[in-house]
């Protein structure tokens, strides 16, 4: 009673947690919004830095003096970025990330919210003596680019994973976030407005309980139905439920849609209706592992093999060809999976490209296992199929029929991309190995057997998964070359031109502009600059290098900046028009210019004139120039700032391109040399525009243009070391599961670790594999460590010589500081110096305030601020280091930064100004190479370990040969057949055991000998003492009778002729019996000399079977096709079946109805077993011993010869003969006779 309510039990818990989540949605729905929770979720946050903000500004007072502040002390002590200004100059700065170019005189005291083009800051500034100090709490970042990189967005910090966006309007009809005393400080507008009401985290927790309650019971209910042998109806009751449950979860996207858990969110992972993200790939392989699970455990309780073994020929070869086809259908399948998995994901799993790991990843990863968990049990059961219609020899030209073929289909499908081509000679690859290894149908009987065919599938599973990479390579290459090929061949950028001249407009018409030219006599150009660079060029136009030139109304120009049009001519309009737009086409915009240049390809420049008017009279001409940005970059700044909508980059394998006309180069661009590498003849091959053509390790695609010239874009060739990369990879995940899966196992079911037994041959290869995992590992490790700290000092000296020989270079002109023209040149300098030593320089004065730098652009974008590391700053001004090496950020990148100092006029103790060399590339140089080690190291692990692996197992065997002919001659071993000795010359141990072995024969033939001897004498004694026995018995009738006789004559009784003819009669009766036991004696003894031959001991046991039936078909015959040959005597076989079917006839007892089953099997290749079990009425366990032995009969007119005579014969054979009984129920006896071949 107890057992079948206890999954009722579940099920009824599993309603009570559905109804309490209703319940607590409920409560919620009618409690407080969402809305109004995320505004005091915002607003707690908000409470919370503004009082770490105050904190901050205390603890600031504390390292301020009279007219300075301790700048090393102050360092690191605030948690938001502090900055302390004297009057209009700051002296502090906690930050060089943070981007303050606030007025401060603009910023009000106490808190207040400062916006700017780079982001929003809750600002608190307290005015303390003669300092001011901010306090930049960040709300919101603005790079306008979005990419690998830079990330916009608000703070998660205060506003979590909210969609809002700030508002500082304090009329807005928004929610409104204020001080502690009231101060208005924002707004906030949450941009995703909806009118359902999140679930609460418990109703969250109640609902999944409720989901493992309901599974738990329907797992338990169709566990009951399949051990009672219902297996349909138990698999629809399991499977059915869950399956409309996962598409209740899918439709209501549970629980994404109530509970924003990242592992369910589409934006790393979103492949279909049935995949949506990551952790529906999980449930959805959860689910079909339980589904495999449980048609395992029906396929092995069904039998399904025994009944396969006795299909016709015909039959056979359609199931192995079935076979074949389900293992590459499953295979191919398994190769979708991993190429969906990469392709719909935007997580970076090529390993040749990214070693990056993260939590996504690992579930990402565990999908994979799990999918290779279930195409294992699917290939087990292919394979037990495969064994139960496969001969146990197979000619060996099929091997080599197989191996070619495969072999080649897996060449071909390399050759010519063919994916589907490669699976195909896998199959045909794996089914030579289930042949040539022989895994058997339960493969957990052999440990070692198992062992290699779970390696066998996960390297079948790694070589599908590092295949569906290459694939997805090769589609992502195209996508993006052709993405990049459009950006080249674009001739103008028709929305760029639109969006230009509409800013043309509104700048006309911006009054804040207007008025800097109106009314001011020194026009603040910097004011315009910024304004236009980061008020109206902003988003669309950072794929654009901008620059801002002003002309006053007379044309003549209020900035130098960047202008060469000759060293003595006064800069005019009319010059600028008359140099610059002479290769300048007009669009069909007015004031804007295009200009192309023929030597640079991808090159695309627009001007576009602002004229600024008053009536008649022009105030002003802005000019506009953008330059667009190179997309093959030498370093990740261009690919820093540039939006990934315009450009992505593909991995880390940078493009080169080049044009042909007429099959001549006229240009390229990036590090492919085309004149040495490149054939022309290869631009006349049409692939080449299709799908591209691999030459010589590099992929090239081209595309018409439509001048007649062609463009071919060049990146390295995903090679082949790559492929065994992923494959290395994904074999090692999959291995280190499966050892940390077997050592839980073993810990938790320490009984099946003690219970575990295997042949020496499995001992050796474990033995040998462990023995070399372990050092692999620690060797691996160590070269790793050594080689990534070699790597690391390598960088690092490079850094240090570049910046010694950039810092020698600046000395000279630092030094000559009167000279102005030097002083105009400076710039100059550091950009001829960036390109001569490939690095990137920032030159800051001796207050740490940036001059000059090579990459402007990363200070225009907001990446860092104009203000040096104040780390750097400190450690050269304050603690005199020569040089100081740091690890910074900008956005997401991680760079190495190089500080030096500029000492003037040889003063050691006097800091002129601070050099600094950002190694943008440093991370990504240190990852290409540790990338490049740890690829190496895995390749070479992974080759090893299985080169290793089929080396043992050959090793194994040449080992265990000579033993296993050992065990098969001391099988043979007999003491009354004939022994040969063993042939083996050698001088090893082996050499040894079969010297001895030979040794044992010779002493065995002795005591043999004497054995038989002895025997025989202990025989004739109990032949003797038996024979005595039996005289015994009808002599004592006889001697008592003619007792009687002999007194009756003497009394001279009437009826002594009566009597003289009963006692005779007895008296011949006795004699009879005394006869009969003559003759069984002499029988057993004259027993004569067996003659064994080949026989087919299968048509005589059906033979005999036979004689004994009759019409009521007591006598039920199993035997199977096959060879079934034996090397016995055929009389001495036919004697031992009848004698056994006569007992199992006799050994019934009345009313009960005869059943005798009588069935051949071959155990192994050269055993073979006869059984024949009745069901009478057993035999007791008190005279089981005495069954064989001679004379003992349990029948009255048995003589107890028959089953003595049937085990001399058999063991004569090199047999067995035993049998099994229970009372009352029936006895079996079994034969065992060593098998032979046909042939």
């Known amino acids: 009673m107890k057992s079948r309510s206890f999954p009722y039990i579940h099920l009824i818990a599993a309603v009570m947690c559905f109804a309490a989540a209703a319940l607590l949605n409920l409560y919620t729905y009618f409690s407080q919004s969402s809305t109004d929770k995320n505004v005091s979720f915002v607003a707690d946050n908000i409470t919370k830095a503004i009082s770490a903000a105050e904190q901050d500004v205390i603890v600031a007072k504390t390292y301020l003096r009279e007219d300075t502040v301790l700048f090393s002390k102050l360092l690191g002590k605030t948690q938001y970025p502090c900055f302390i200004m004297k009057g209009d100059q700051l002296i502090f700065w906690s930050d060089h990330t943070t981007v303050t170019d606030f007025d401060n005189a603009s910023i009000k005291e106490r808190f207040s919210i400062v916006e700017s083009k780079h982001g929003k800051y809750l600002v608190n500034k307290e005015n303390y003596q003669n300092f001011s100090i901010l306090l930049y709490i960040p709300l919101e970042v603005s790079f306008g680019i979005n990419n690998n990189y830079l990330q916009s967005g608000l703070n998660e910090a205060i506003f979590g994973s909210m969609q809002a966006r700030i508002i500082t309007d304090s009329n807005s009809p928004f929610p409104k976030l204020r001080t502690s005393d009231g101060t208005y400080l924002f707004s906030l507008q949450q941009l995703v407005e909806t009118d359902v009401r999140k679930s609460s985290q418990a109703a969250i927790a109640v609902i999944t309980l409720g989901i493992g309650f309901l599974v738990y019971c329907l797992i338990f209910v169709s566990q009951s139905y399949l051990r009672r042998g219902s297996y349909v109806k138990g698999l629809i009751i399991l499977i059915v439920p869950l399956f409309v449950l996962r598409l209740v979860l899918l439709y209501f996207n549970f629980p994404f849609s109530v509970l924003e858990l990242e592992v369910f969110n589409p934006k790393l992972y979103a492949a279909s209706f049935w995949s949506p993200s990551i952790g529906d790939l999980l449930l959805n392989a959860i689910l079909l592992a339980v589904l495999t699970f449980n048609l395992a455990y029906i396929f092995r309780h069904l039998q399904i093999t025994s009944y396969l073994k006795n299909v016709n020929k015909t039959s056979r070869i359609l199931v192995k060809l079935g076979c074949a086809v389900a293992f590459y259908v499953m295979l191919h399948s398994l190769y979708v999976f991993y190429l969906d998995s990469f392709t719909n994901s935007l997580l970076v799993l090529d390993v040749s490209q990214s070693l990056d790991f993260s939590f996504y990843k690992f579930l990402l990863y565990t999908a994979f296992i799990l999918h290779t968990a279930i195409f294992f049990i699917f290939v087990h059961l292919l394979t037990q199929i495969f064994h139960a219609v496969q001969p146990d020899s197979t000619a060996s030209y099929w091997y080599y029929v197989l191996t070619g073929s495969g072999a080649i289909c897996v060449i071909i499908g390399a050759l010519s991309n063919k994916a589907d081509v490669i699976l195909f000679g896998l199959t045909l690859l794996f089914f030579v190995a289930v042949i040539y290894v022989r895994f058997r149908r339960n493969i957990t009987a052999n440990p070692y057997q198992t062992y290699l065919f779970i390696f066998w599938i996960i390297g079948m599973s790694s070589v599908a998964g590092s295949l569906a990479m290459y694939v997805h390579y090769q589609n992502l290459l195209l996508v993006n070359k052709q993405k990049f090929a459009s950006g080249i061949l674009l001739d103008n950028d028709i929305q760029g031109e639109y969006l230009l001249n509409d800013i043309s407009l509104k700048v006309q018409a911006d009054p804040s502009i207007r008025n800097k030219f109106k009314l001011e006599p020194f026009v603040n150009i910097d004011f315009v600059k910024q304004k236009i660079e980061r008020y109206y060029l902003r988003d669309y136009f950072d794929k654009y290098e901008v620059k801002v030139r002003v002309f006053d109304a007379n044309g003549m120009t209020l900035d130098r900046e960047g202008l060469e049009l000759g060293e003595d001519d006064d800069i005019t309009l009319p010059l600028y028009l008359k140099y610059f737009l002479e290769k300048a086409v007009p669009t069909e915009h007015e004031g804007l210019f295009l200009i192309k240049e023929e030597e640079e390809q991808n090159s695309r420049k627009y001007i576009q004139f602002i004229r600024l008017r008053n009536v008649n009279k022009t105030l002003a001409t802005i000019v506009l120039e953008l330059n667009l940005k190179k997309l093959t970059p030498y370093s990740v700044i261009p690919e820093l700032l540039v939006d990934q909508k315009f450009f992505q980059p593909l991995y880390n394998r940078d493009f080169s391109y080049a044009f042909y006309q007429n099959k001549r180069l006229t240009y390229n661009e990036g590090d492919y040399n085309y004149i040495r590498f490149f054939s022309p003849a290869i631009l006349d091959n049409p692939e080449l525009k299709v799908n591209g053509l691999q030459v010589n390790g590099y992929h090239h695609l081209g595309f018409p243009t439509k001048d007649g010239k062609i ?148 200070f225009d974008a907001g990446l860092l601020s104009r203000y040096i590391n104040p780390e750097a700053f400190v450690s050269i001004e304050e603690g005199r280091a020569r040089k100081v090496l740091l690890q910074e950020q900008a956005g997401n990148i991680r760079f190495n930064a190089l500080y030096l100092p500029l000492y003037a006029d040889g003063h050691k103790e006097s800091v002129k100004a601070f050099i600094g060399l950002p190694f943008f590339d440093s991370e990504k140089e240190l990852d290409s190479k540790l990338i490049e080690l740890f690829t190496t190291i895995m390749n070479i692990f992974t080759s090893m370990f299985i080169v290793f692996m089929v080396l043992t197992y050959v090793a194994s065997r040449a080992l265990t040969v000579p033993l296993k002919l050992v065990t098969q001659k001391l099988k043979q071993t007999t003491l009354t057949g004939q022994n040969e000795k063993l042939d083996y010359h050698s001088a090893d141990e082996i050499g040894l055991l079969v010297s001895e072995y030979n040794n044992m024969l010779l002493k065995l033939e002795e005591s043999k000998k004497e054995l038989a001897t002895r025997e025989k004498e202990a025989a004739w004694r109990e032949m003797a003492r038996q024979v005595a026995h039996e005289i015994k018995n009808p002599l004592t009738p006889m001697k008592l009778s003619l007792q009687y006789l002999q007194k009756a004559i003497s009394e001279k009784r009437e009826n002594t002729e009566a009597l003289i003819s009963k006692i005779s009669g007895t008296l011949i009766t006795q004699i009879n019996t005394l006869s009969d036991i003559a003759t069984s004696f002499s029988n057993f003894t004259t027993l004569p000399d067996l003659k064994p031959e080949k026989i087919n001991i299968a048509g005589i046991l059906q033979q005999c079977a036979e004689l004994h039936q009759d019409a009521n078909n007591r006598i039920q015959i199993h035997i199977p096709e096959g060879d079934y040959h034996v090397f016995a005597d055929e009389s001495l076989m036919v004697r031992t079946f009848n004698n056994l079917l006569i007992n199992a006839l006799q050994a019934i007892p009345a009313g009960r109805t005869p059943c005798i089953w009588v069935s051949l099997q071959k155990t192994s290749p050269d055993k073979v077993l006869i059984s024949v079990q009745d069901n009478g009425s057993g035999i007791p366990a008190e005279i089981c011993h005495k069954v064989f032995i001679p004379n003992f009969s349990t029948k009255f007119s048995g003589s107890g010869i028959g089953l003595a005579v049937a085990k001399r014969g058999i063991e004569s054979a090199g047999g067995r003969i035993w049998f099994h009984t229970t009372e009352d129920q029936g006895t079996t006896f079994f034969i065992q006779l060593p098998a032979v071949d046909e042939a």
């Open 711 to 858: 463009l071919v874009v060049t990146t390295a060739h995903y090679s082949l070391r790559d492929v065994a990369s992923n494959f290395s990879a994904l074999f090692l995940v999959h291995t280190f599961c499966l050892l940390l899966y077997m050592l839980l196992f073993l810990l938790m079911r320490a009984r099946y670790f003690r219970s575990f037994s295997t042949n020496f041959s499995t001992k050796i290869q474990l033995y040998l594999n462990f023995g070399i995992l372990i050092p692999l590992v620690l060797i691996s490790i160590a070269t790793a460590s050594l080689v990534t700290g070699s790597y690391r000092r390598d960088l690092e000296d490079t850094y240090n010589k570049r910046g010694k020989l950039i810092q020698e270079n600046f000395l000279n002109t630092i030094a000559r500081k009167g000279d102005r023209g030097n002083q105009e040149r400076l710039g100059d300098q550091v950009r001829q110096l960036a390109d001569l030593s490939e690095t990137d320089i920032n030159l800051y004065d001796n207050q740490g305030k940036l001059l000059y730098s090579s990459q402007p652009l990363i």
